[in-house]
């Protein structure tokens, strides 16, 4: 069942569609700050944008900065929003339960099929901007980088510090492998937000029979959770909103990393997969399906 | 009578619904677990945190202030640190060599602080600054706001002779904290008081509230949501430049530069009662009146930008004053107080601002005109 739901996600010309429209976004910017040469200046624009001229390799952090506030989740409630809801509108989930599948491992399927797109998604993205920077701003050689002309004696920050390839939002240098590091941790934190809102559309596909229907109300609840975040008077239930954490993936970016926000960005999403996904499931399980 | 179907149905539900009612649970009962302190005087307290400026220590600490400041020219910076929220990264090794990172969703701005110089890294324009020297004079900076920080400056500035009770103990960072009360003894200051919940072993100030006068929210308050006693490694509290960076040098004594309009500094030796004292080296423009948490200072502004300095308060809400011979306006806000006057017969403008009422800071202003002193 779980390989027939992931053959169909495959083959689904909109699967790869949808995912290409994700990766353009990014290269689109790339390209024009290229041939431009008008990256916005440090501190203004899109997060780490301002850095990829410095070293292409950073540019898979300003691509998921680029993606995630709209495209991705949009992207994600779609996908998610049409498991069952697309079937019933198709007229075939009537059908996929006469075979003798028992309707929680159909609903497992149809969630480990999402699961696969985010993790295509985000995975495709992180490597086509990866590719991008580094072929239109590149990647500088560690031995490169390093400027000892600029030490100066008896202070410790007179000059850049050999070996590092970007620097983190704290001014400190990272080497490859730690940027490598950071950007898999950053891509994981994505991955899970948006399995939340995954979880969400799953939820209200099992509710409704019409995909837009549960794709809207999923982004429904994001916008009304981005809101309640910027809103001081609702400081009290801020931590749990499934926004809340969100930008959490920057700190991965920030030496040492901060690892508050991302702990708690992963534990918030895992609860708003678990309580959507066991609705889904007590709703889904029992429910007259007529179409 | 209810069908199989939704009998089940109903089962699945309720399961559902225990298990987020749970999830909802937590935090409440978390917060509601009882907390064990070891059982100290205010007295013991107030020592113990006094005694604690050396301890090494980690942590993240949010503020959030409402000073209710009005927006002035070349502020900013002060107004959202003391009308906002902000966030802090901690790390302490001692007294003069520690680290207090100020984060945003998409930037952040550190300061280090080491034995010789002080350093300030912001990530907006990717710029690493060494500030030569002390300052002898400066405005808050988010490293005040730091519960620690915070604490011991106020019970200094309160001194012995300030009141202390006891409060009911809380839980602070996950940490059980004995609280203390303080309540200034300065006639005529706007601090009502202070109340600060401390780490009862080490006296480690883990969260404090000061509130002003006729206020029943605090006007201030910071606290850790996490916090440990470890002292930090070396490689934390010395910046280090990436690529891309940029590196400058200031001197701390830079910002006389910034008094230019100061006038000569001819200033009486006591204020409504209260006398002066000294001013750091440098900056003997600047008068400062009375002790503790009801101090002012008094400054005089040459030329003309007392005059548009007033114009602009006045557009800010601030009170018109109005004499035979002066024009002013006073500033009010919970914990601050701000005084201009300009006089037609005492060349400039006089500003007093400082922790004191309205009444005390215009009485100093009515002395400062009435010629001679």
Redesign the interface.
């Known amino acids: 069942m779980i390989a027939v739901e992931q053959f169909k996600l495959l083959r689904r010309p909109r699967t790869w569609i949808s995912i290409a429209l994700l990766c353009a976004l990014p290269v689109a910017v790339a390209v024009f700050i290229a041939v431009t040469h008008l990256a916005p200046p440090p501190g203004e624009g899109a997060a780490f944008l301002s850095a990829v001229v410095q070293d292409g390799s950073l540019y898979p952090a300003a691509a998921l900065a680029l993606v995630l506030p709209v495209f991705l989740p949009v992207a994600v409630a779609l996908v998610a929003g049409d498991s069952i809801a697309g079937e019933a509108t198709a007229g075939t989930l009537r059908y996929l339960l006469i075979r003798p599948v028992g309707r929680t491992r159909l609903l497992v399927a149809k969630l480990v099929a999402v699961i696969t797109y985010v993790l295509l998604a985000v995975v495709s993205v992180t490597l086509t901007s990866y590719l991008t920077g580094v072929f239109l701003f590149g990647s500088k050689p560690p031995e490169a980088v390093g400027r000892p002309g600029n030490f100066q004696a008896g202070i410790p920050t007179g000059g850049v510090q050999a070996g590092s390839s970007a620097t983190s939002l704290s001014g400190a240098p990272l080497t490859l492998v730690q940027l490598l590091e950071r950007i898999a941790g950053a891509v994981a934190l994505i991955t899970v937000s948006m399995l939340g809102v995954a979880a969400i559309a799953l939820f209200l596909s099992t509710v409704t029979d019409s995909v837009l229907g549960a794709a809207f109300g999923a982004l429904a609840v994001l916008v009304g959770s981005e809101v309640l975040v910027t809103l001081n008077a609702a400081a009290s239930i801020q931590p749990y909103l499934p926004t809340r954490y969100w930008l959490a993936w920057i700190d991965f970016f920030r030496q040492p990393i901060f690892w508050r926000d991302i702990q708690r960005g992963f534990g918030i999403q895992l609860v708003y997969v678990a309580v959507f996904l066991a609705a889904a499931w007590a709703n889904f399980s029992t429910k007259d399906v007529t179409a | 009578m209810v069908s199989v179907?939704?009998g089940?149905?109903m089962r699945?539900?309720a399961?559902?619904a225990a298990?987020?009612a749970l999830?909802c649970a937590m935090?409440a009962i978390d917060s509601a677990l009882p907390v064990s302190v070891p059982r100290m005087s205010a007295i013991q307290l107030r020592s113990r945190i006094l005694a604690s400026a050396s301890l090494p220590y980690a942590g993240?600490a949010e503020s959030n202030a409402a000073f209710g400041l009005p927006s002035l020219t070349g502020l900013s910076d002060v107004a959202a640190l003391l009308d906002g929220?902000t966030r802090m990264?901690v790390w302490q090794a001692a007294p003069d060599s520690w680290r207090v990172?100020v984060?945003s969703?998409?930037?952040?701005q550190?300061t280090y602080q080491t034995p010789h110089a002080s350093?300030i890294?912001?990530?907006?324009?990717?710029l690493?600054t060494?500030v030569l020297g002390r300052y002898p004079v400066r405005l808050p900076r988010p490293a005040d706001l730091v519960p620690p920080a915070l604490a011991l400056r106020l019970l200094r500035a309160a001194g012995p002779r300030a009141r202390v009770t006891e409060l009911a103990p809380r839980r602070v960072a996950g940490l059980s904290a004995e609280g203390l009360r303080v309540i200034p003894d300065n006639p005529g200051s706007t601090v009502a008081q202070i109340d600060i919940w401390a780490e009862p072993a080490s006296g480690l100030p883990l969260q404090v509230e000061m509130f002003g006068r006729g206020g029943g929210q605090p006007a201030i308050e910071t606290q850790f949501?996490?916090v440990s006693s470890w002292r930090p490694d070396n490689a934390?509290l010395?910046?280090?430049?990436?690529?891309?960076?940029a590196?400058t040098q200031t001197d701390a004594a830079d910002l006389s530069g910034a008094l230019n309009d100061l006038g000569p500094g001819l200033l009486p030796v006591s204020l409504d009662g209260r006398a002066r004292v000294d001013a750091p080296v440098g900056f003997d423009q600047v008068g400062v009146y009375g002790r503790g948490l009801g101090t002012f200072a008094v400054l005089q502004l040459d030329g003309s930008s007392g005059l548009s300095l007033i114009s602009g308060a006045r557009l800010d809400g601030g009170i018109p004053l109005k004499g035979p011979h002066w024009v002013g306006v006073v500033v009010s806000t919970p914990l601050i107080t701000a005084v201009l006057l300009h006089s037609s017969t005492v060349a400039g403008t006089f500003v007093l601002a400082g922790f004191v009422d309205r009444q005390v800071l215009q009485r100093a202003a009515e002395e400062l005109i009435a010629d001679p002193w």
Not at chain 2, 121 to 126: A, N, P
């Open positions: 179907v939704a089940r149905a699945r539900w399961l559902v298990g987020v999830l935090p993240y929220v990264r990172d984060l969703d998409v930037s952040e550190d350093y890294w912001d990530s907006g324009s990717e690493l060494e949501l996490q934390v010395i910046p280090q430049r990436g690529p891309g960076t590196f």
